[in-house]
């Protein structure tokens, strides 16, 4: 009689559910270890802006401008403060202790902070583009904006709900006199998304998931503007005024943006690299996918990693921090959070319960 060959069906059920159960098992450690990882390299990001913004320090005797926003005499007339300015970030202004001299010697950029002009970085419509090699510069990918957690949303063609697009600048400010429908006095962002339907090639703009950090941002309001961050509107802070205020291993200098919800759909908004600027830290520290693309968030299961204006870079644990931007009241870890990113505040309660 001939000897059987190969495996029965039970044998086979048997060896596939062996299989199955090993990677049950060995998938969670592959996943933590790649996690891990990508923190780490996540972590060394952050650090190496940290790194970038010393240099220019050492350069210029001060930190970069948190952003070369809208013109100050209009910084809470909104929505006329998105009629002139720059609204570009200091991110361009890093890229040459980044090893991106190339991409920096394509842009035709006004960075003199005394300087208000009447067209921004990319255009005003109507016309034409202003300076064709900024939009060129601006889809240039740089490794070192992008944490590697953050799934790489890819926007689509098209200006309908769900396509996406990319935010063109940001500012972050607080005002006792800003009253816009359906909001109050307080700490607002403006955030400059260009009409997709008619400059639909600002949709694929590389992006930046790393912001500075601005606070409650700059201005007048009794209360808020108390929390103000290193990085404002024209701003020319140094580490020698954070030594002395709050000291520079307290205070957050740049830190975790990759949520992408914006409006009431989340439509894949992003900020571009060139926008990198600064974000405001009223709104909390959000997760993942349902973040807002203008508040500071991470797809880390613990926290947002921030760089400290001392260099060091640690974890923020998300806490009980989200503000809706309207309540009267704040969450419990809400004025902790403040307190890191505020630079003055002259508050000194003990942060631990949000830090690694």
Avoid at 72 to 101: C, I, K
Avoid at 159 to 186: A, E, M, R
Avoid at 219 to 247: A, K, M
Wanted: aromatic share 12%; glycine share 10%.
């Amino acid at each position: 009689m001939t000897p059987r060959k190969g495996f029965t069906l039970t044998e086979l059920l048997v060896v596939i559910g062996i299989i199955a159960a090993l990677m049950a098992l060995i998938l969670p450690a592959v996943q933590k270890v790649r996690e891990a990882a990508n923190r780490m390299t996540c972590a060394n990001n952050l650090r190496q802006l940290g790194i970038a913004a010393h240099h220019f320090h050492s350069d210029r005797g001060r930190l970069p401008p948190g952003y070369i926003g809208p013109d100050p005499a209009e910084f809470d007339r909104f929505p006329s403060n998105l009629h002139r300015g720059q609204w570009v970030g200091h991110f361009p202004m890093l890229l040459p202790y980044l090893e991106q001299e190339a991409v920096y010697k394509q842009l035709q950029i006004e960075f003199n902070i005394h300087v208000v002009t009447d067209i921004p970085w990319f255009w005003k419509m109507p016309g034409p583009i202003s300076h064709p090699d900024n939009y060129t510069a601006g889809r240039t990918e740089i490794k070192v904006f992008r944490c590697p957690s953050a799934p790489n949303w890819q926007v689509q063609p098209g200006t309908g709900p769900g396509t996406g697009g990319t935010l063109l600048g940001v500012h972050v400010f607080n005002s006792k006199d800003f009253i816009v429908p359906g909001f109050t006095s307080g700490p607002f962002t403006s955030a400059w998304k260009d009409d997709y339907v008619r400059s639909a090639n600002y949709k694929f703009l590389a992006r930046t998931n790393y912001m500075g950090v601005a606070g409650c941002g700059a201005g007048n309001h009794p209360y808020f503007s108390r929390f103000e961050g290193v990085y404002t509107n024209r701003s020319q802070t140094t580490l020698t005024q954070l030594t002395i205020l709050d000291g520079t291993s307290n205070t957050l200098l740049y830190g975790e943006t990759c949520g992408h919800h914006w409006g009431s759909l989340p439509e894949s908004k992003d900020i571009c690299w060139m926008a990198g600027g600064a974000l405001g830290t009223y709104l909390g520290l959000q997760r993942g996918r349902d973040a807002l693309t203008i508040a500071f968030s991470s797809w880390h299961s613990a926290g947002v990693q921030f760089c400290f204006a001392d260099g060091s870079v640690r974890m923020v644990r998300f806490g009980n921090t989200v503000w809706d931007g309207f309540s009267d009241t704040f969450p419990p870890d809400w004025h902790l959070l403040q307190q890191l990113a505020g630079f003055r505040d002259g508050q000194s309660a003990d942060t631990s319960a949000l830090l690694d």
